[in-house]
């Protein structure tokens, strides 16, 4: 079994290095990535600290804005239930105060749902 996973392993790497010496890839150093330099634990804790400082007035400024935007919209949101559509129960689902017509013409609305 050892001996079958071996052959196996052999004859897949051994395709793979014919396959780059035909397309020539071998020799192309340049596109290999960078390797990155493996940081201490005194050195990353040091970047971390600066990265947190740095960012932090940005984030502090971040969530000033946001404050202002929901302030804001629920300045307007407000102002918008003020309006009979939404304040007045008789335009229950429609933007105009809808007839009300006499019994014998009285149909099903489908806005609401209620016979108007």
């Known amino acids: 079994m050892k001996h079958l996973v071996l ?11 014919a396959q780059e010496t035909a397309l020539g890839l071998d020799n192309e150093v340049s596109n290999a ?20 400082f740095k960012h ?3 984030l502090i400024t971040e969530y000033h804005e946001r404050q202002k935007a929901v302030a804001k919209r629920d300045e ?7 309006k009979p559509q939404y304040s ?19 149909k099903l609305c489908e806005e609401c749902g209620i016979i108007h």
């Open 7 to 17: 052959c196996m392993f052999l004859f897949t790497t051994s395709m793979l290095f």
């Open 76 to 82: 307007k949101w407000e102002r918008l239930s003020k």
């Open 56 to 58: 932090h007035e940005e």
């Open 33 to 52: 990535p960078e390797v990155k330099k493996k940081l201490t634990r005194r050195q990353y804790k040091k970047t971390f600290r600066y990265r947190f």
């Open 88 to 106: 007045d129960p008789s335009y229950f689902g429609h933007k105009k105060k809808p007839k009300i017509h006499k019994k014998s013409k009285r």
